[in-house]
Each structure stands twice: as C-alpha cells, then as structure tokens.
C-alpha cells in the first residue's frame, strides 16, 4: 500500500475548509478537487486530450466507489455530471478520478 499523502488528522480540516461536494453512489462527501488537461498518446498518431478531475477524500467516504459509476460534482459549477475513471486508496484517502459527462 503506498505512503499516505496526508495525516488522518489533517483531512477533516482540510475538507471542511477546501472541500467540494460530490456524490458517488447516493452517498456525498466533501472532496479536494485538482482538474487537470489529459493527454493520452497510444500507436502512431493517436491522441486523445480532455479533461478530468482528480476529487480526493477521506479513504472510507466512498466504499462502494468503482470505475463506471455515475458522480456529481459542484464543481465547476453544482450537479455537474461526471463518471468514475478510476480509485486509489492509500492508507489515509481515496484518490478518484472523474471525467466529464
């Protein structure tokens, strides 16, 4: 299991000072919200640029979090929709990567 980025005791702060509502699964928590332009290159002249985001929370927020499931997010703006990429868990947070719908 990797390193945890941040102590247990700093999350909840960080949260509830920094924090952006989303949802997974019927459940909302506050999450830490980095957006990021991607650029996937794959064979010859593939290429493939878009955004996603990266929210991360406290690493029981979402326990039935999984790749393809619908989210929400009030980021940018609130209800923006959005689908699960992928989920990383260290020992602190869960990292989940969500792409616009």
Known sequence: MPLPLYRK???QPML???GVPVTIGGVTAKCIVNDSDEEIASGANALLIGRAIVSRADR????AAA???AAAADYPAPGTAYTVVSVRRDINTVAITLAKV
């Open 67 to 69: 790749q393809g499931a």
């Open 60 to 63: 029981d927020a979402f326990p």
């Open 9 to 11: 005791a700093d999350i």
């Open 16 to 18: 509830d000072e920094f």
